[in-house]
């Protein structure tokens, strides 16, 4: 998901030199970061489906047959998210239980690498900043964020769809 973004399109590009069939899914929205040149060069490797995680009815036929989901979709802006705060719950919380729901019902249980955020810890108290930072988020972004996560490790704990979770930072 998110995959025409810059992280999953430089994701796309080495699954794709590694010989991996490649779907990717992106609402090519605009001021997310999708970007048709970014796949450009491997248009015709790839599997390109216009959709939105907002979209559960358009997720499933993207998780079915999948190995694996880099869950890279959302709403990129913390700063956006303090002044739309409802567009970044619906992206970033209902759009991640939408990419959850469908793996689960896909029966294939794909892994799911989901994309977090260095966001979720807030200020840094100390370095190196570890797991066990605290957590203090001191944005709507980094809130949802760890939301996300939380609902990765429920659907692990529940359904048994293994799940991780990488605090991205820039």
């Known amino acids: 998901t998110g995959g025409a973004g810059m992280l999953g399109s430089t994701l ?9 069939r490649v779907k990717i899914l992106d609402a090519m929205a ?8 970014n796949l450009a060069e491997i248009r015709d490797d790839i599997q390109f489906i ?10 499933l036929p993207c998780a079915e047959g ?13 700063t956006d998210s303090n002044a739309d705060m409802l567009t970044d719950l619906d992206i970033n919380c209902r759009g991640q239980i939408n990419v959850l729901e469908a793996c689960r019902l896909a029966g294939n249980r794909p892994k799911i690498i989901f994309a977090s955020s260095r966001f979720v810890y ?12 605290p957590l203090n988020c001191l944005s709507i972004y980094g809130i949802h964020k760890l939301t996300g996560e ?8 529940r359904y048994g769809i293994p799940t991780v979770s990488l605090r991205i930072s820039n």
């Open 12 to 20: 796309a590009h080495r699954l794709v030199r590694l010989g991996a």
């Open 30 to 37: 605009p001021d997310y970061g999708g970007n048709a040149f």
């Open 50 to 59: 216009h959709g939105d995680i907002r979209d559960g009815e358009a997720l």
């Open 66 to 78: 999948t190995d694996y989901v880099f869950n890279l979709a959302a709403q990129v802006s913390y």
């Open 122 to 133: 807030g200020r840094t108290e100390r370095n190196p900043v570890d797991e066990k930072h």
């Open 150 to 157: 939380k609902y990765h490790r429920f659907y692990y704990e």
